[in-house]
């Protein structure tokens, strides 16, 4: 059993991510904490790092091992990228200020758009 519930581990890690996000940072990057649940982090690399082919690289070997470091060593951070296995779910706890935020724009970097634009053409000739 983890020994935080998932708002306190909210707030760990939310006051964790300045130091853990410099390295992110300096790629263009950048880190959205989205929630907590059943001890699991969700966040969404942002910028440059969004959708680049080493945001799963950078979730783990960065994001989760420096946040072990500074929480719990097996903590689990989950980088929601659009795919199916990297879903937020659907209950998940993150306070009811930041649940109310306006949506923020596609973050999407501008890599990500040009491959796509390139394949959607690939696929009409």
């Known amino acids: 059993m983890f020994p935080f519930s998932d708002e306190e581990l909210y707030y760990a890690v939310k006051n964790a991510l ?57 903590l689990f951070v989950i980088n929601v990228d659009g795919t199916a296995e990297n879903e937020l779910p659907s209950e998940y706890f993150a306070p009811e200020e930041e649940l109310n935020e306006e949506p923020k724009e596609d973050k999407r970097s501008f890599m990500i758009k040009i491959k796509t634009m390139f394949a959607k053409a690939e696929k009409n000739v």
Request: aromatic letters at 4%.
């Open 18 to 74: 300045p130091q853990v996000s410099t390295y992110v940072a300096s790629h263009g990057g950048g880190i959205s904490l989205l929630g907590v649940s059943n001890a699991v982090v969700y966040i969404q690399l942002d910028g440059t790092c969004s959708g680049c082919t080493m945001s799963r690289m950078t979730t783990n070997m960065v994001v989760r091992k420096e946040l072990r470091k500074l929480i719990h060593p097996e």
